[in-house]
């Protein structure tokens, strides 16, 4: 099962959160400045109007994999819903200030992942994620194309790979080709830190 599949609330703003209002009217936005009518993104979708309709007032939030159908149908890099206003033309699409990160939490997962790159349009993916005990991608491993390493910066990581678990402690890394069944989960009490890295992106 895809971590796509998840059902997750999407996070972002100079301080680190976005409602389900703002992003809403930034797929609105988006929508409408491509000329794209609802019926025709939830068409492309797969969805009713009238839920793409919810999710542009803010009354629904979108799955992940609702979000991303509806970021290819309008025809816009994923991240560039969660672009920060006061961003200088100087630093946009390569600095990433601490606080400006965009956040994905996984909620009942005990997963948020937070992304380091600037944008997803390049080779590589940087996320940080941050692991409550107990918390991972599932009891389900998954593959995808290319390759993935990380950096453990805190914590615990259980990290299976083809049916073989490596427990991972601080300081320690990984990697591995991505279509090699994979899952992960943090295996202490205390909280989890990882820096990951994938190529290509998968969000």
Not at 47 to 55: A, C, H, P
Not at 67 to 80: H, K, W
Request: charged letters at 25%; aromatic letters at 6%; proline letters at 4%.
């Amino acid at each position: 099962m895809s971590l796509l599949d998840t059902e997750a609330r999407l996070q972002s703003d100079p301080s680190g959160d976005m409602d389900d209002v703002s992003l809403g009217e930034a797929v609105r936005r988006a929508r409408k400045s491509r000329g794209l009518s609802l019926q025709v993104v939830a068409d492309g979708v797969g969805i009713s109007t009238g839920l793409l309709s919810q999710i542009e007032r803010g009354i629904s939030s979108p799955s992940i994999r609702n979000l991303r159908a509806i970021c290819d149908v309008i025809g816009i890099p994923f991240l560039s819903l969660f672009a920060s206003d006061d961003a200088t033309s100087r630093e946009a699409g390569m600095i990433v200030r601490a606080g400006h990160r965009r956040t994905v939490d996984f909620g009942d997962r005990g997963m948020v992942k937070s992304f380091v790159s600037a944008h997803d349009e390049g080779a590589l993916q940087v996320m940080e994620l941050v692991l409550s005990p107990g918390g991972g991608s599932g009891d389900d491993p998954y593959t995808h194309e290319g390759e993935e390493c990380g950096l453990v910066l805190a914590g615990r990581l259980e990290l299976w790979v083809d049916d073989i678990r490596h427990l991972l402690a601080e300081g320690d890394a990984f990697h591995f080709e991505s279509r090699r069944p994979h899952r992960f989960r943090n295996a202490g009490a205390d909280e989890t830190r990882v820096l990951w890295v994938t190529t290509p992106p998968v969000w």
